[in-house]
Protein backbone atom coordinates (compact mmCIF):
# COMPACT_ATOMS: atom_id res chain seq x y z
CA UNK A 1 0.00 0.00 0.00
CA UNK A 2 1.28 3.38 -0.57
CA UNK A 3 0.56 6.60 0.94
CA UNK A 4 -2.17 7.84 -2.03
CA UNK A 5 -4.33 4.50 -0.82
CA UNK A 6 -4.69 5.63 3.13
CA UNK A 7 -8.43 6.60 3.76
CA UNK A 8 -9.03 10.09 5.42
CA UNK A 9 -9.57 8.18 8.88
CA UNK A 10 -6.05 6.55 8.39
CA UNK A 11 -4.68 10.09 7.21
CA UNK A 12 -5.96 11.76 10.66
CA UNK A 13 -4.83 8.59 13.06
CA UNK A 14 -1.35 8.64 11.59
CA UNK A 15 -0.93 13.02 11.93
CA UNK A 16 -1.98 12.95 15.28
CA UNK A 17 0.22 9.85 16.27
CA UNK A 18 2.75 11.99 14.33
CA UNK A 19 1.54 15.31 16.28
CA UNK A 20 1.65 13.41 19.66
CA UNK A 21 4.97 12.08 19.15
CA UNK A 22 6.35 15.08 17.79
CA UNK A 23 6.64 16.67 21.45
CA UNK A 24 9.22 19.37 20.00
CA UNK A 25 6.92 20.44 17.11
CA UNK A 26 9.55 20.66 14.83
CA UNK A 27 7.31 18.44 11.99
CA UNK A 28 10.11 15.83 13.03
CA UNK A 29 10.35 12.84 14.84
CA UNK A 30 13.29 10.34 15.64
CA UNK A 31 13.79 6.70 15.17
CA UNK A 32 12.44 5.68 18.09
CA UNK A 33 9.72 7.14 18.15
CA UNK A 34 9.06 5.89 14.73
CA UNK A 35 9.67 2.45 16.23
CA UNK A 36 6.89 2.94 19.41
CA UNK A 37 4.24 4.00 17.02
CA UNK A 38 5.29 1.46 14.96
CA UNK A 39 4.59 -0.95 17.69
CA UNK A 40 1.15 0.81 18.84
CA UNK A 41 0.18 -0.21 15.32
CA UNK A 42 1.20 -3.90 15.95
CA UNK A 43 4.49 -4.34 14.34
CA UNK A 44 7.57 -4.55 16.70
CA UNK A 45 10.80 -3.81 14.59
CA UNK A 46 14.27 -4.94 15.80
CA UNK A 47 17.16 -1.82 15.95
CA UNK A 48 18.62 -3.86 12.50
CA UNK A 49 15.28 -3.68 10.91
CA UNK A 50 14.78 0.30 11.93
CA UNK A 51 18.22 1.42 10.92
CA UNK A 52 16.89 0.30 7.32
CA UNK A 53 13.47 1.65 7.86
CA UNK A 54 15.72 4.67 8.34
CA UNK A 55 18.28 4.48 5.61
CA UNK A 56 14.90 4.03 3.18
CA UNK A 57 12.41 6.58 4.42
CA UNK A 58 14.91 9.75 5.64
CA UNK A 59 15.26 11.08 2.33
CA UNK A 60 16.79 14.06 3.06
CA UNK A 61 18.69 12.36 5.38
CA UNK A 62 18.52 14.45 8.06
CA UNK A 63 18.54 11.52 10.69
CA UNK A 64 15.08 12.27 11.68
CA UNK A 65 11.62 11.58 10.16
CA UNK A 66 9.34 14.11 8.88
CA UNK A 67 5.92 13.85 8.62
CA UNK A 68 6.13 13.16 4.35
CA UNK A 69 8.08 10.80 5.47
CA UNK A 70 6.41 8.92 7.80
CA UNK A 71 3.24 8.86 5.82
CA UNK A 72 5.34 6.77 3.00
CA UNK A 73 6.84 4.68 5.88
CA UNK A 74 3.13 4.11 7.95
CA UNK A 75 1.57 3.65 4.63
CA UNK A 76 3.62 0.06 4.73
CA UNK A 77 2.32 -1.06 7.91
CA UNK A 78 -1.33 0.26 7.72
CA UNK A 79 -3.95 -2.53 6.82
CA UNK A 80 -5.95 -1.33 3.67
CA UNK A 81 -9.91 -0.38 4.77
CA UNK A 82 -11.87 -2.92 3.31
CA UNK A 83 -14.92 -0.99 1.59
CA UNK A 84 -17.75 -1.23 4.18
CA UNK A 85 -20.42 -1.44 0.86
CA UNK A 86 -18.44 -4.45 -0.45
CA UNK A 87 -18.23 -6.32 2.51
CA UNK A 88 -21.94 -5.82 3.55
CA UNK A 89 -23.01 -6.68 0.26
CA UNK A 90 -21.04 -10.06 1.11
CA UNK A 91 -22.30 -10.31 4.24
CA UNK A 92 -25.70 -10.37 3.31
CA UNK A 93 -24.97 -13.11 0.51
CA UNK A 94 -23.89 -15.17 3.47
CA UNK A 95 -27.32 -13.98 5.54
CA UNK A 96 -29.07 -15.18 2.86
CA UNK A 97 -27.89 -18.65 2.54
CA UNK A 98 -29.06 -19.31 5.87
CA UNK A 99 -32.39 -17.45 5.54
CA UNK A 100 -33.40 -19.72 3.25
CA UNK A 101 -37.07 -18.46 3.91
CA UNK A 102 -36.47 -15.28 2.88
CA UNK A 103 -38.32 -14.25 5.97
CA UNK A 104 -35.57 -11.90 6.82
CA UNK A 105 -34.07 -13.65 9.95
CA UNK A 106 -32.59 -16.56 11.05
CA UNK A 107 -33.02 -18.81 14.32
CA UNK A 108 -30.52 -17.94 17.03
CA UNK A 109 -29.20 -22.04 16.63
CA UNK A 110 -27.86 -21.22 13.10
CA UNK A 111 -26.49 -18.30 13.96
CA UNK A 112 -24.61 -20.21 17.05
CA UNK A 113 -23.92 -23.57 14.06
CA UNK A 114 -21.79 -19.93 12.07
CA UNK A 115 -20.41 -18.40 14.69
CA UNK A 116 -18.79 -22.02 15.78
CA UNK A 117 -17.71 -22.67 11.83
CA UNK A 118 -16.16 -19.40 11.78
CA UNK A 119 -14.16 -19.93 15.41
CA UNK A 120 -14.13 -23.32 16.43
CA UNK A 121 -12.32 -22.21 19.42
CA UNK A 122 -14.88 -19.86 20.73
CA UNK A 123 -16.41 -21.88 24.29
CA UNK A 124 -19.83 -22.61 24.51
CA UNK A 125 -20.47 -19.77 26.86
CA UNK A 126 -18.78 -17.00 24.90
CA UNK A 127 -21.41 -18.31 22.46
CA UNK A 128 -24.35 -18.24 24.37
CA UNK A 129 -23.53 -14.56 25.78
CA UNK A 130 -22.92 -13.17 22.40
CA UNK A 131 -26.59 -14.97 21.24
CA UNK A 132 -27.38 -13.20 24.48
CA UNK A 133 -26.15 -9.94 23.59
CA UNK A 134 -27.62 -10.04 20.17
CA UNK A 135 -31.18 -11.55 20.71
CA UNK A 136 -31.80 -8.51 23.42
CA UNK A 137 -35.25 -8.73 22.11
CA UNK A 138 -35.25 -12.38 22.93
CA UNK A 139 -36.80 -13.44 19.89
CA UNK A 140 -35.04 -16.43 19.23
CA UNK A 141 -34.15 -14.60 15.69
CA UNK A 142 -31.39 -12.54 14.56
CA UNK A 143 -31.81 -10.09 11.85
CA UNK A 144 -29.29 -8.93 9.40
CA UNK A 145 -28.83 -5.45 11.10
CA UNK A 146 -28.13 -8.06 14.08
CA UNK A 147 -25.67 -10.01 12.05
CA UNK A 148 -23.64 -6.98 10.47
CA UNK A 149 -23.54 -6.22 13.87
CA UNK A 150 -21.45 -9.16 15.25
CA UNK A 151 -19.90 -10.32 12.05
CA UNK A 152 -18.09 -6.31 11.80
CA UNK A 153 -17.58 -5.52 15.63
CA UNK A 154 -19.60 -2.05 14.54
Same mark, same amino acid.
Given at each position: ????????????I?????????I?????????????????? &???? #????????????D???????? *???????? /????????????????????????D????? *?????? *??? $?L??????????????? $??? $???? &? /????????????? #???
Amino acid at each position: MNKSELSKDQMKILKEAFEAFDIEKKNSISVEVVGTILELL &GHTL #TEEELTEVMEEYDVDESGQIE *FEEFLELA /SNFVEPEEDYDALRAELREVFMMYDKNGTG *FIPVDV *FKK $ILQELDGAVPENELDDI $IDE $IDAD &G /SGTVDFEEFMEVM #TGE
